[in-house]
């Protein structure tokens, strides 16, 4: 069994704050930390240690040919569903064709480094809380009133998450941060 990867685009850190300090007056459950907060591209439940390096240049070589973006967030939902919410979410209102683009570049990157993505439709979103099969709609309505600042993407990282047992928040480790064009 290899390491559990993803890769992903961080919001800068003034817009994870802002976020943070949005969600901290809003007790009732455990959000997602400042430090953690990333749009996944990608989810590699499993990368063998012999791939890793073949992962990473492909992944260099592939976001590399798509120039740096604008993103925001606004917008909220919930998976599977507002009825029955097992994370609930912050949208993409600019740069959703570009995450799509880069997440399908990360994907075949992955796959051609002989490492299998999980095979779930891309929805470019950052996960904010994971409430445990509840109704979320009035969750949603209050993230809906969420808005961030437009920033530009110009790079992705290849993260480690490590799980840490029950009630505990996986650890997170940079692997890799690779440019987009220049």
């Given at each position: ?97 570009d995450l799509t683009r880069l997440a399908r570049k990360s994907r075949a990157a992955a796959n051609r480094a002989g490492v299998v993505p999980d095979g779930k439709a891309f ?43 029950h009630g505990h928040r996986p650890r997170h480790e940079v692997v890799a941060s690779l440019p987009l064009a220049a």
């Amino acid at each position: 069994m290899g390491s559990r990867m993803f890769v992903a685009v961080y919001p800068p850190e003034d817009v994870r704050e802002d976020l943070a300090e949005f969600l901290s007056v809003r007790p009732g459950l455990a959000w997602t930390i400042p430090e953690q907060m990333h749009l996944t591209l990608a989810f590699l439940v499993s990368v063998p240690d012999r791939t890793l390096e073949r992962l990473e240049e492909y992944l260099e070589e592939a976001v590399r040919s798509v120039t740096p973006f604008s993103c925001g967030l606004r917008g909220a939902g919930a998976f599977p569903h507002p009825d029955s919410a097992a994370v609930l979410w912050l949208g993409v209102e600019d740069g959703s064709e570009d995450l799509t683009r880069l997440a399908r570049k990360s994907r075949a990157a992955a796959n051609r480094a002989g490492v299998v993505p999980d095979g779930k439709a891309f929805h470019p979103h950052l996960t904010l809380a994971r409430p445990g099969r509840t109704n979320a709609t009035r969750w949603i309505r209050v993230l809906e009133t969420f808005s961030s600042r437009i920033w530009t993407v110009d790079d992705v990282h290849l993260l480690e998450s490590t799980l840490l047992g029950h009630g505990h928040r996986p650890r997170h480790e940079v692997v890799a941060s690779l440019p987009l064009a220049a």
